[in-house]
C-alpha cells in the first residue's frame, strides 16, 4: 500500500471521529508489517485529559490485535501527531509517518519525529 492510500484511508476514517467539542476530526491508518491496515479516531470527553487521540486509538486497537512494537511499516495521520503520540509512534517502532501540516504532505522517520526520544533501554 503506498503512502497516499494509507493517508487516503487516514482521511476516511476521521469522519467517524468523535469531537463534539472542538470539531477537530482525526484519522490515523496504521500499515502492519503482514499488509493489515488498522483505523483509529480522536474521542474526546468532557472531562478534557480522558480524550484519546487518534494515533492511540490505532495502536490500541493493534496491540488488542495482537500485533507488538516493530511490526508498523507505516502510520498516516491527517494531522501533526501531538509530542504523546510521537512517544507512542516511537515505542511502536513505526518504520515513518505519513501526516498533514499546514496544507502539505510531511513523511518524517520516529526519529526526526522525536529526537532524543525516551526509551527504556536509556534508563541506565
Known amino acids: 500500500m503506498s503512502d497516499a ?7 476516511a476514517v476521521a469522519e467517524r471521529a468523535y469531537a ?10 496504521v500499515l502492519v508489517r503482514d499488509g493489515t491496515v488498522i483505523e483509529g479516531v480522536n474521542v474526546e470527553n ?22 507488538r512494537p516493530g511490526d508498523f511499516v507505516a502510520a ?4 501533526s501527531p501531538c509530542g504523546g503520540c510521537r512517544q507512542w509512534l516511537h515505542e511502536m517502532g513505526v518504520g ?4 498533514r ?9 520516529t526519529d526526526e519525529l522525536l529526537p532524543e526520544s ?7
Open 5 to 11: 492510500e494509507l493517508l487516503a484511508r487516514a482521511d
Open 20 to 29: 463534539p467539542y472542538s470539531g477537530f476530526h482525526v484519522g490515523c491508518a
Open 46 to 67: 468532557a472531562a478534557y485529559p480522558l480524550g484519546v487521540c487518534a494515533e492511540r486509538a490505532a495502536f490500541a486497537r493493534a496491540v488488542a490485535e495482537g500485533y
Open 76 to 79: 498516516a495521520i491527517t494531522a
Open 96 to 99: 515513518h509517518v505519513v501526516f
Open 101 to 109: 501540516n499546514g496544507g502539505r504532505v510531511v513523511t518524517m522517520t
Open 118 to 124: 525516551f526509551d527504556s533501554s536509556n534508563l541506565t
